[in-house]
C-alpha cells in the first residue's frame, strides 16, 4: 500500500521523484490552480503557456509531464487536470475533481517512490479527497505477476514487467498538527486500504478465491481489527434451512458459506446491518451463461466484498455505530448436483422459491441472509450486489442503482453517494412488476418481466426484509468490474464500488442521521 504523509515541506523544498500541481480549463487556456506558486515561479511565470504549447488544456483526466527547472528540488513537474475553472473567484474546486485529479497523477507516477501533492487545499475535505484520490490511484494488482520461473535463466523472474505503484504521497498544503486534518488524512488511509483489499478480493481468479478461502480471509481480518466473525458451513446451512445459499451452492465442489460479521461500539445507539451478493464465481449454472460472458464472472463477489470492506473501515475508524455484514458466499457451477430450472427451493426464511432461471442465483443467496439479518432488528438493511444485467443497461457502466422501500432512506444513500463521488441513481419497485414472479408451483419464482428485470431483483428481495424494517438495495452490476482503460483513481479490474458510500452511511447512522 502506497504510504502518505502530510509534508511541512514547501513545493520549492520539497525532494521527491516528481512535484503534481493542479491545471484548470479556463475560457482562454489553461489556468494554474492554487498549489503551484512556486513552480510557476521556477518556471518564470511562465508555466501556463508552457502548458498550453504542449496541449494541455487542464481538461479532467489529463496529465502533463515537464522537467522540472532550476529552483525545484523534483525532476520531474506533473500537471493533473482539474476540469473547468469554478465559476466564482474565490469558489473552491470540487472535492471529486480533486480526487480524480490526483488518481490520475499518482497512476501517472507509476514506478516512483514518492511524489509531492500541491493540489488547492482550502479544507481538511480537500485534502482527504486528494489523499483518498492518489492512494486509490495508485492501486495496482499485482500479486500474480512477477513469481520464479523454472524455465527462465537462474535468478529471473517471470511477469510483464510491471513497475511497482507510486511509494509515497507527501501531501503539501495540509496542516500536520491540526486534528482535523490529522483525522482526514487516518479516515483516507483508513477506506483507501480497504477500498483496496476489496479490489484485491475482487481480482483474485476463482481458483484461489471460493467461499472458504474467503471466509477464511474475513475472519483473519476480524481477529486483527476486534470484530467478531462468525462462520456457518455446509452442515450449519443445511441445519438452519437455508435452501438459497445450499440451493445455488450444490452444484460445486467448493460448499457455500453465510459468515456474519459484527463491529460493535460501546456507546453505539444504531445497528445497521450490509448484506453482500457472494458468489465467487458465476458460470449460471445449469442456465449456462453464452460465451463471452464468463471470464469476469469472478467479479460477482463484489457486493460481499465492499460489505466485508467498510465493516472493516467502521472498525479501523472507530466510529460509534454497530455495523453487521453479512457474507452471502456460494459458487454458482454446472453439475450433476446442481440445481434445475424448475426446481424449488425452501428459503430461509420457510418461503418456497421456484428456479426458473439458475443464473438469477444472487437473489437466491441475499434472501436468506436479509431474512438472518431481519431477525436481529437492525435500525436499517441495505444490500450490495452485481445482480443484474438489466441495471447495467439502464444505467451504464459507471452507475449503481438505488431501491428501497423507504423513499427518504433511498434519497439518503443517493445524496450520500454523490457527496462522495460515486455515481448513483434512485430507482423504483413498482408494485405492478411483482404479478410476474408468481407461481403455480410455489410461492414466488425467482424471474419475472424481462423489460424492468433489475426493478423485478428489488421486489425479489424485499419480500424477505423483515416487517418494518428500513432497506435499500444497491445493484452495483455496472460499475463494480471496469474492463476499459483506467482513468481518475479507476483502475482496470475491480473498483470496490460502494464502499465510499456505506462508510459514510455509517458515520451519518453513528451521527444519528440515518435518513
Same mark, same amino acid.
Not at 503557456?49 to 479532467?60: C, D, F, P, R
Given at each position: ?42 518556471? =518564470? ?27 525545484? @528540488? ?56 486528494? /489523499? #483518498?484520490? !492518489? ?44 486534528? &482535523? ?34 471466509? !477464511? ?18 452442515? !450449519? ?24 460479521? /459484527? ?22 449454472? %445449469?442456465?449456462? @451463461?453464452? /460465451? ?41 457451477? *454446472? ?37 438472518? !439479518?431481519?431477525?436481529?432488528? *437492525? ?60 407461481? *403455480? ?11 424492468? =428485470? ?13 416487517? =418494518? %424494517? ?12 471496469? #474492463?476499459? &482503460? ?30
Amino acid at each position: 500500500m502506497t504510504a502518505l504523509t502530510l509534508s511541512t515541506a514547501s513545493a520549492a523544498t520539497l525532494r521527491a521523484d516528481a512535484l503534481v500541481v493542479g491545471v484548470a480549463k479556463g475560457a482562454k487556456g489553461p489556468v494554474l490552480a492554487p498549489g503551484s506558486e512556486a513552480v510557476d515561479k521556477a518556471f =518564470g511565470g511562465k508555466l501556463a503557456t508552457v502548458l498550453e504549447a504542449l496541449g494541455a488544456a487542464g481538461a479532467e483526466g489529463e496529465v502533463t509531464k515537464l522537467p522540472a527547472p532550476d529552483g525545484l @528540488k523534483v525532476p520531474v513537474v506533473i500537471a493533473a487536470g482539474l476540469g473547468s475553472v469554478p465559476e466564482k473567484k474565490d469558489e473552491a474546486y470540487g472535492t471529486e475533481a480533486l480526487r480524480r485529479a490526483a488518481g490520475s497523477a499518482a497512476r501517472a507516477l507509476t514506478g516512483s517512490k514518492k511524489a509531492g501533492f500541491a493540489l488547492p487545499v482550502t479544507s481538511a475535505e480537500d485534502a482527504e479527497a486528494i /489523499a #483518498e484520490g !492518489a492512494l486509490l490511484g495508485a492501486y495496482a494488482f499485482t500479486a500474480y505477476q512477477g513469481g520464479e520461473n523454472k524455465l527462465a535463466p537462474k535468478g529471473k523472474k517471470n511477469g510483464n514487467g510491471a513497475k511497482l505503484p507510486l511509494g509515497e504521497v507527501a501531501l503539501l498544503g495540509a496542516k500536520p498538527r491540526d486534528k &482535523a486534518f490529522k483525522a482526514a488524512a487516518e479516515r483516507a488511509v483508513a477506506v483507501a486500504e480497504e477500498i483496496n483489499r476489496a479490489r484485491d478480493l475482487i481480482n483474485t481468479p476463482p481458483n484461489d478465491l471460493y467461499p472458504e478461502s474467503f471466509a !477464511a480471509v474475513a475472519t483473519a481480518a476480524g481477529k486483527e481489527h476486534g470484530i467478531k466473525v462468525q462462520v456457518l458451513d455446509e452442515k !450449519a446451512l443445511v441445519k438452519g434451512g437455508y435452501g438459497g445459499l445450499l440451493g445455488v451452492g450444490q452444484g460445486s465442489t467448493h460448499g457455500p458459506r453465510l459468515v456474519k460479521l /459484527a463491529y460493535t461500539h460501546p456507546k453505539a445507539e444504531k445497528t445497521l446491518a450490509l448484506v453482500g451478493k457472494g458468489i465467487t464465481y458465476d458460470s449460471g449454472g %445449469i442456465s449456462l @451463461k453464452p /460465451a463471452g460472458h464468463n471470464e469476469t464472472m469472478k467479479c460477482d463477489m463484489s457486493g460481499a466484498a465492499a460489505v466485508f470492506a467498510t465493516v472493516v473501515a467502521a472498525a479501523r475508524l472507530g466510529l460509534q455505530v454497530n455495523v453487521t455484514g453479512w457474507l452471502a458466499l456460494a459458487e454458482n457451477m *454446472p453439475s450433476g448436483n446442481a440445481t434445475r430450472p424448475g426446481d424449488v427451493l425452501r428459503m430461509y426464511s420457510g418461503k418456497t422459491v421456484e428456479v426458473l432461471n439458475t443464473d438469477a442465483e444472487g437473489r437466491l443467496v441475499l434472501a436468506d441472509a436479509l431474512t438472518r !439479518a431481519s431477525e436481529e432488528t *437492525p435500525d436499517a438493511i441495505v444490500d450490495v450486489a452485481t445482480l443484474t444485467g438489466a441495471m447495467v443497461l439502464a444505467l451504464g457502466n459507471r452507475t449503481f442503482g438505488i431501491m428501497a422501500n423507504d423513499d427518504a432512506f433511498r434519497t439518503s444513500i443517493h445524496e450520500i453517494a454523490e457527496e462522495v463521488g460515486e455515481a448513483s441513481w434512485p430507482m423504483p419497485l413498482p408494485a405492478d412488476l411483482r404479478k410476474g414472479m408468481d407461481s *403455480p408451483t410455489a410461492d414466488i419464482a425467482n424471474m419475472g418481466e424481462r423489460m424492468g =428485470g433489475g426493478l423485478v431483483a428489488g421486489l425479489f428481495l424485499q419480500e424477505f426484509v423483515g416487517e =418494518g %424494517i428500513v432497506w435499500a438495495h444497491l445493484d452495483i452490476a455496472g460499475p463494480a468490474f471496469h #474492463e476499459g &482503460a483506467p482513468y481518475g483513481y479507476t483502475p482496470k479490474g475491480g473498483t470496490g464500488s460502494a464502499v465510499r458510500t456505506l462508510v459514510k452511511l455509517a458515520e451519518r447512522t453513528a451521527a444519528g442521521d440515518l435518513g
